[in-house]
């Protein structure tokens, strides 16, 4: 059974900096498609950042030059670094992962996420 495992969001000011991490059972995160997503109030979800089996990675661009996304491959984890934090990055953040390498699929599993909150 797949389990991803958010931890990592708290409370910052803006400018401030968290690390997101998504632990994964039943799941080699190695190689394999992966995202951050968030959902703001009163928004629909949105894809932050993507990591496909290969590697490479495509960011939001309200993130971009902001969060950066990696993968421990050793402990099986998914990583979203978020530095200078704005208040319009206050959200339930979530990470999801394909069963394979491409990202061209849907996304077969998800975590329950973790809130991230940023006071101006």
């Known amino acids: 059974q797949v389990q991803l495992v958010e931890s990592g969001g708290g409370s910052v000011r803006a400018g401030g900096s968290l690390r997101l991490s998504c632990k994964a059972s039943g799941y080699i995160v190695s190689g394999s498609c992966m995202a951050w997503f968030r959902q703001r109030p009163g928004r629909g979800r949105e894809r932050v950042a993507i990591m496909d089996g290969r590697g490479i990675i495509d960011y939001a661009n309200a993130v971009k030059g902001r969060f950066t996304i990696s993968k421990d491959n050793f402990e099986n984890i998914l990583y979203l670094q978020m530095n200078n934090l704005e208040p319009a990055d206050t959200a339930m953040y979530s990470c999801?992962?394909?069963?394979?390498?491409?990202?061209?699929?849907?996304?077969?599993?998800w975590g329950q996420g973790t809130q991230v909150t940023v006071s101006s």
């Open positions: 999801a992962a394909v069963d394979g390498r491409t990202c061209t699929t849907g996304f077969d599993y």
